[in-house]
Structures are given as structure tokens and as C-alpha cells.
């Protein structure tokens, strides 16, 4: 596995090792949710399905981060090692493209990484009557 830069979120936990974390959460609940008795469970079910649709989107802006990091890495390993001016300046290229598209994942994976309020699926009633007060 190859090893990917660490980037440091707000609560100064590595963003990668929490990311890492959610990914084998999500395989483990796939595979949770294939079993007979887990099946048979429709509440159970339920949840994990759940879980895993939330987790599902966190893993797939991984995967997309951890693909342009591996694309960073073979730029950078292009740039160092070609003499030829066109193809590094084209590796340049696409490393100022990587660093836009870094930021832009970094960003989108904080925000899905943000603790979900529990009363975010809930529906409100919102009262909105007039009064007259004097």
C-alpha cells in the first residue's frame, strides 16, 4: 500500500488514519449486511444500510483523494526525472491542476467528516401564526 502524505484536520488527528478508519468500517458493514441473520433482521438491516450510505459517500471522495495523490506522485516523480523540457512542463502542468483539485478534496472530506446532528433526518413543524400583542 503505497504511503500517502498525512494532511492534519482541525482536532490535529490525521485526516488519513480517521479516513482509513471509516473505509474498514464500510467493509465491515458491506459484509454485515450479505449475512442470513442480519437479513432476517429488518431493523438491523436498516441501520447498517443506512450506515453504510453515509459512509459510502465519505469512501468514494477517498478514493478519488487517494487517486490523485497517487497522479501527484507519479507528476512529481516526472518532473524530477525527464530532461525533456515539454514533458516536464507538462508535468507542471498537471501538478498545478492536482494542487487545486487537492484542496478542493481536502475541503469536501472535511466537511463530510463532520459529526452528523442525530436530528438532521427528522422532520420539524415550524409554527408560524401570527400573534397580536399590545
Known amino acids: 500500500m503505497p504511503q500517502y502524505p498525512r494532511t492534519v484536520d482541525a482536532n490535529n488527528i490525521l485526516m488519513t488514519d480517521k479516513l482509513e478508519a471509516i473505509k ?3 467493509q465491515e458493514v458491506e459484509e454485515l449486511l450479505t449475512q442470513p441473520q442480519v437479513l432476517a433482521d429488518m ?3 436498516r441501520d447498517l444500510s443506512k450506515e453504510y450510505k453515509e459512509l459510502s459517500k465519505i469512501t468514494a471522495v477517498y478514493a478519488t483523494y487517494r487517486q490523485m495523490l497517487d497522479n501527484t506522485q507519479s507528476a512529481q516523480a516526472m518532473l524530477s526525472t525527464e530532461k525533456d523540457p ?3 512542463l507538462m508535468a507542471k502542468e498537471e501538478l498545478d491542476a ?5 484542496q478542493q ?3 469536501q472530506l472535511k466537511t463530510l467528516l463532520i459529526p452528523k446532528d442525530p ?3 427528522k422532520n420539524v413543524v415550524l409554527d408560524q ?3 397580536r400583542g399590545r
Do not use: T, V
Not at 492536482?98 to 487537492?102: A, N
Open 24 to 26: 474498514a468500517r464500510a
Open 129 to 131: 401564526s401570527w400573534h
Open 43 to 45: 431493523k438491523q438491516y
Open 98 to 102: 492536482l494542487g487545486k483539485q487537492q
Open 86 to 88: 515539454a514533458i516536464k
Open 105 to 107: 478534496l481536502e475541503e
Open 119 to 121: 436530528n438532521d433526518s
